[in-house]
């Protein structure tokens, strides 16, 4: 079964850290480009990152320069988002999504999603 599952997300503080994963199954991650999505209560869904196949992050939010970062370990079929200095609007389920034949900065449509992840900045 290909599959895309994320975790790590939950209840943080204003100013705390997470560290999501997002976990391939069925098909090697190392083909694919993964890019980090989040929605928030009543919002649209909006591109966070993205992580090319060298490791290498493109931003898609402003917001979140300098904050979040994304990496990856092909051997364990991985892709994770670090997230730092966390603030309340960032509040939202977090989701990975693969895509083969495409770049992060053009990214198009991805081929799997995971189910999302919670994440809760709140004191």
């Known amino acids: 079964q290909l599959q895309l599952v994320e975790s790590g997300g939950g209840l943080v503080q204003p100013g705390g850290s997470l560290r999501l994963s997002c976990v391939a199954s069925?098909?090697?991650?190392?083909?694919?480009?993964i890019a980090w999505f989040r929605q928030a209560p009543g919002k649209e869904r909006e591109g966070v990152l993205c992580?090319?196949?060298?490791?290498?992050?493109?931003n898609y939010a402003d917001s979140v320069k300098g904050r979040f970062s994304g990496s990856r370990d092909n051997a364990k079929n991985t892709v994770y988002l670090e997230m730092n200095s966390l603030k309340p609007e960032d509040t939202a389920i977090y989701y990975c999504?693969?895509?083969?034949?495409?770049?992060?900065?053009?990214w198009g449509r991805g081929d799997y999603w995971g189910q999302g992840t919670q994440v809760t900045v709140s004191s």
């Open positions: 999504s693969a895509a083969r034949f495409q770049m992060c900065t053009t």
């Open positions: 992580i090319s196949r060298s490791g290498r992050s493109t």
């Open positions: 069925g098909f090697n991650v190392d083909n694919y480009i």
